[in-house]
């Protein structure tokens, strides 16, 4: 069951050239998780703002993140555990 | 005159790949994507693991749980799908800019002319599957014909991940025996009726007179009897070629079917302010406002009023959509879809009031609009609205990509 959130979360990533992003890891409700793959990402705007959005997975559980790029922000959008 | 070559992709139960994908715990598994899995929602693709247990698309939630118990129903996220789509609209595009996107899932590539600078068809091809398969991890299915009817033929022959090409001197044969329905373009309907006239495969429908086919089927007999001998003289219609837009609009199926007027009232509002806010983005009036309605048992109706002036404002639209609703008689019928269109558009033309009261109206309007351009959609709005429906349904398979850029 996939869960819908929408939380602050403090991530670390990498950023490149003009959006490229690619988060590493991030710390939600006091754990730190890393991301050992980004699964899928894609693009939308809220607004003027462009988000962009990954599934990422730790390993075992699969995540929803996401970088508002207008205000520089990263969110949890969902999270499914696995069973 | 040089022998065309078209192109047909076919991206492989597009919704749930791009779930599976996304989702590494559900590989391999039977997936269903829909609506909000605990309201009323219809299955709107199936992965390839579900088929074997008879879901299709279309199918609702209760009849595809009933086939498949053990299936995993996931909500949609159509601005996923949209993303991907432009994106992979944006591969086709670097090799003609002659792309006809058919549906979300599904495009036309004209490629007469382009060997001498990407290779064969079948080398295109393989790039197309190998870029869609490293960027997303999607497959799809290519076929390539001489027109647009056999390369979309060729394209539903091997699924998944197929690569058909059928030659121009091979269409005969392969049509020959190839049942009607198998064309795109002929439904249960037609097949039926020509089944009467002892029509079942391609071959007889081609050789079959043209004139008994006009008499019956009128201008489409012509068509029936062009696709029985393989010949589609249409052209890829990329969207800058395509019809100018004659109305813009937005249908919402209730969570649940109400008699409740008040919130049949407040869709209709949500409906038009949405209308509006398109038209006023694409610098669109429009003179006729069009209400749909659907009951319980089905029954679907439309009904339209021209105004004597051009408007694009969501109340004004919605002043005429209520105007329309207090002629239906509603007692007795729970409503279970609702919408508003508005039709008659002109473009990038807009007279000047002299009324104060318009003046300050259209300023409020272009004000509003940028708050929600700048903030995303709803952020400001009339007060009614605020126990508006936010369900993100499922992206209706006619949905097409513009151009290459994020929604």
Known sequence: MFTRLEERIKVYAIFGDGMRVKPLGFVWAGRKYRIEKITYTWQTRRGRDLVQHFTVTDGANIWEICYNAGDMTWQITGVETEG | ?407
Request: aromatic letters at 8%.
């Open chain 2, 1 to 407: 005159m040089m022998e065309r070559t078209i192109m047909h992709v076919d991206m492989n139960a597009f919704f749930a790949s791009v779930e599976q994908q996304a989702n590494p715990h559900l590989q391999g598994k039977p997936v269903m994507v829909c609506g909000d899995p605990t309201k009323r929602t219809t299955v709107a693709t199936a992965s390839y693991e579900a088929r074997p247990f008879g879901v299709k698309a279309g199918m609702s939630l209760y009849e595809a749980q009933k086939r498949c118990p053990q299936g995993i129903f996931i909500q949609g996220n159509p601005d996923k799908y949209v993303y991907t789509s432009i994106k992979i609209v944006s591969i086709f595009t670097r090799f003609t800019p002659l792309v006809e996107v058919f549906s979300i899932d599904e495009a036309f590539l004209d490629l007469t002319g382009t060997e001498r600078l990407f290779g064969s068809p079948i080398r295109i091809a393989q790039t197309i599957k190998q870029k869609i398969r490293r960027q997303f991890g999607l497959t799809c299915s290519i076929g390539v014909g001489p027109n647009k009817l056999i390369a979309k033929l060729a394209s539903g022959m091997e699924k998944p991940d197929g690569l058909v090409v059928i030659k121009k001197e091979d269409v005969p044969q392969v049509l020959e025996e190839l049942p009607v329905s198998e064309l795109t373009g002929i439904g249960k309907k037609t097949e039926e009726a020509l089944g009467r006239l002892g029509i079942k495969t391609c071959g007889q429908l081609g050789r079959f007179p043209e004139d008994i086919l006009v008499r019956l089927f009128g201008v489409f007999g012509r068509n029936l009897h062009f696709m029985g001998l393989g010949i589609d003289n249409s052209p890829v219609l990329p969207y800058f070629y395509q019809e100018k837009t004659k109305s813009m609009g937005h249908t919402l199926t209730l969570q649940e079917d109400t008699k409740d007027i008040a919130v049949i009232k407040r869709h209709l509002l949500q409906l038009s302010e949405q209308v509006g806010r398109r038209l006023r983005a694409e610098k669109y009036q429009g003179r006729t406002v069009a209400l749909t309605l659907r009951y319980s048992n089905f029954y679907t109706f439309t009904k339209r009023r021209t105004i004597e002036r051009h408007i694009d404002d969501g109340y004004e639209i919605y002043r005429v959509a209520l105007s329309i609703l207090e002629t239906v008689n509603l007692s007795g019928y729970a409503v279970r879809l609702v919408g508003v269109s508005v039709s008659n558009l002109i473009k990038n033309i807009r007279q000047l009031s002299l009324l104060e009261e318009v003046q300050k109206r259209e300023k409020l309007l272009g004000a509003l609009d940028q708050i929600n351009d700048r903030y995303g959609e709803f952020k400001i709005m009339r007060a009614t609205l605020l126990q508006r429906t936010n369900q993100a349904g499922v992206v209706s398979p006619s949905w097409r990509a513009r151009n290459s850029t994020v929604p």
